[in-house]
Structure formats: C-alpha cells, structure tokens
C-alpha cells in the first residue's frame, strides 16, 4: 500500500508520521504539489465520481491530509494563481476519492469550521469567557499578545495600546486530548471524563485527528484539526499507530 501524507514541506509532524509508516511495511510519501501528485475525477450526469489519486506515478491507497499551508500568500500573480489551483484540485479530488482518509477536506477547505460556539449552542458544553481589546483592562487569567499570540503574565503591565486576548482560562483546570482515529488520548494525564460529547462532535464532522481543551466543568475553550508532534511526543507511537489503523482498516 501507499500512503499519501498531504502536508507542506516544513511539516515535521507529517514527516514523523511518514517515517513510521515507512518502518511498519508501508509505503509513505509526503507531498503536497501537482509535479508529485496526479490527479484524474471524472463524474457522471448523476453526480457518481471515479476519482484516483497518484504519487510520484503509484496509486495511493491511504490519505493523511495536513493541508496545504499558506498557500494564499503568494506576492506573483501567475504562482499565485497555480497555488490556488492546486488547492482547489487538490481539495476536490480527496474530498471526492472513495479511500480512506484521515481529515478528509470539507466543503469549508482542508479542514472544517469547527466552532467551539456550535457545541455550546446545544447545550452539552459551556463557553469561554474571552475578549479582544486593545486596553487590557479585563480580568483573567490567560493573555495573549496579538497578532503574534505572545503569551503575558496576567498582573504584567501592558501598553494600552496593545491589542491583547483574555480569557478566563484557568491552566491548572484545564484537560488537553487529542483524538487520533478510533483513540482518545488525554494528553496531560487528566482523564477523559466529560469529553465524549466533544469527540463525538468533532467526528461527525469528518475529523480523526484533532486536539481540543477544556476544564474540568465543561467549558470548550478550543479545537485544533492540526495536532504537532511536540504535543504528543510522550505517547507518540500510540498516536501513529491509531492513525495509522484508520488508514488500513
């Protein structure tokens, strides 16, 4: 079997993954352009699709996707316009490729809108308190620096002007999991108590690999469809090896 594990050059999380693979049997390759990847859909007049994907001249058999990065950055014109082909070719095709995917695109991109306030909505969690303001007045106990998510001491001084984000996020309740295919792993060691309705949310929306945060009374602070290996570095080949179950079922 081949694996494609869709992701930018820089991504050392994907890089990892792909090594593991590769000394389980499997045939891994990360790449993330259209001079590896080969492309063909084809789809009727009542809306069936034949989609195949190849790499580097082999059919894959599995797909990891991770995205493309930043694409949309490009300052030329004309590779600012093939960056953007290659995403749309390259969301449309997974999204529609009958194989098994971990993260499969969603009709929002790469990865889908996953609002902690949807989940809030029904009840089954409690929201964050949290606030944008460039004064730095409000109460709480967990500040960022913005736009390069600096990370201040709450009782700090702070230029008024400062644009910062405060939550009441309380780091000594707070439970970090992550969830890798059909595992869930509380990273931190905090349990899993309570967590269930979030996984389950976050897989019926057509995720497998993800990390979300949330205190002990149900308060969802943040969901993240693009785990880093640093995160889990302490239960890693425990996390390769759910992923890499999902994609040989």
Known sequence: MTVLVLAPDDDETADRFAAFARASGRTAVVASDLDRIAVSVRVSRDRVSRTRIAVDGVEVTAILSRGLGPWGDEPDADRAFVAAETYAVLWSAIALWDGPVVNRPSPQGFFPRLDPLDLVATGVVAPTR????????????????????????????????????????????????????????????????????????????????????????????????????????????????????ELTP
């Open 130 to 245: 949290t606030v944008v303001l460039n004064d730095g007045s409000a109460p709480g106990e967990e500040v960022f620096r913005l736009p390069d998510w600096t990370v201040l001491e709450p009782d700090a001084p702070r230029d008024r002007f400062a644009v910062v984000r405060i939550s009441d996020r309380d780091p000594a309740r707070t439970r970090q999991v992550l969830v890798a295919g059909s595992d869930v792993i509380a990273l931190d060691g905090g349990g899993l108590d309570g967590t269930a309705p979030v996984v389950a949310w976050i897989r019926r929306n057509g995720v497998d690999f993800a990390t979300f945060t949330v205190e002990h009374d149900h308060r969802l602070h943040d969901v993240s469809c693009y785990p880093r290996h640093h995160q889990f570095a302490h239960v890693e080949h425990r996390v390769h090896t759910a992923l890499l179950a």
